[in-house]
């Protein structure tokens, strides 16, 4: 069964540091990988989206990595903001564009 | 629409009974999805839509869920005989043909007592 983990599962931090959120999957023959946000009761909205020839994207002071050889995936927030509070999830396409996710990082940043 | 629609947005349903739960995607997106979403969890895929048909519905737990899209834009998700087991948050979203990018809804929030 093809999974993917994200570590840690809930994260802490004062507003203004830089953080790492990390997501491995094992399935090295994923299309692409998608970080997305939900906050809570809403939906996902769809943050940023590696294709599986890309290494990184970046949006803002989000920016995201893609490593397919170790099965690894980090997004990195700079700058964190109170605003950035949500849950982290992050997800690769599997077959004709099923989606499989991690169970997300739950993430606080306080003032 | 602007977004992915759904509804209801909160349903509160006894153990037994039966549930539609609607979706209406972006206009013009032909790929449409379903998704649970447990508390805690991270999304599980149930089934997707390419224009009318069921393209994948390897995610359906059981013969209790059944989804429809007749038209190629609204979908509905049928539960029969609802199990306390089957509450948690009912996800919809649409991609158009050409992008990637994937657009989700608010969810249907689905408790079986």
């Known amino acids: 069964k093809q999974e993917v983990t994200q570590i840690p599962a809930a994260l802490s931090v004062p507003e203004g540091e830089n953080l790492v959120l990390n997501c491995s999957f094992t399935?090295?023959?994923?299309?692409?990988l998608q970080w997305f946000r939900q906050d809570p009761g809403k939906g996902l909205t769809s943050l940023l989206l590696?294709?599986?020839?890309?290494r990184e994207q970046t949006s803002g002071r989000l920016n995201a990595s893609l490593d397919k050889s170790s099965g690894r995936s980090t997004l990195y927030i700079a700058a964190s903001q109170p605003g950035d509070s949500a849950t982290y999830l992050c997800a690769y396409i599997q077959g004709a564009q099923k989606l499989v996710f991690g169970q997300g990082t739950r993430l606080t940043i306080n003032p | 629409g602007a977004g992915v629609s759904q509804t209801p947005s909160n349903k509160v349903t006894e153990k037994g009974k039966y549930v539609e739960l609607r979706c209406d995607p972006i206009?013009?997106?032909?790929?449409l999805y379903w998704y649970r979403q447990s508390l805690g969890q991270g999304p599980e895929f149930l089934i997707y839509?390419?224009?009318?048909?069921?393209?994948?519905d390897s995610g359906l737990p059981n013969d209790r869920f059944f989804a429809v899209r007749p038209e190629g834009s609204v979908s509905t998700l049928k539960i029969q005989r609802t199990e306390r087991g089957d509450s948690a948050v009912y996800l919809c979203a649409s991609t158009s043909t050409s992008g990637n990018t994937i657009y989700f809804g608010e969810g249907s929030w689905l408790t079986v007592v």
């Open positions: 206009s013009g997106h032909t790929a």
């Open positions: 590696i294709q599986s020839s890309q």
């Open positions: 839509f390419q224009g009318t048909g069921a393209a994948d």
């Open positions: 399935d090295s023959a994923i299309y692409n």
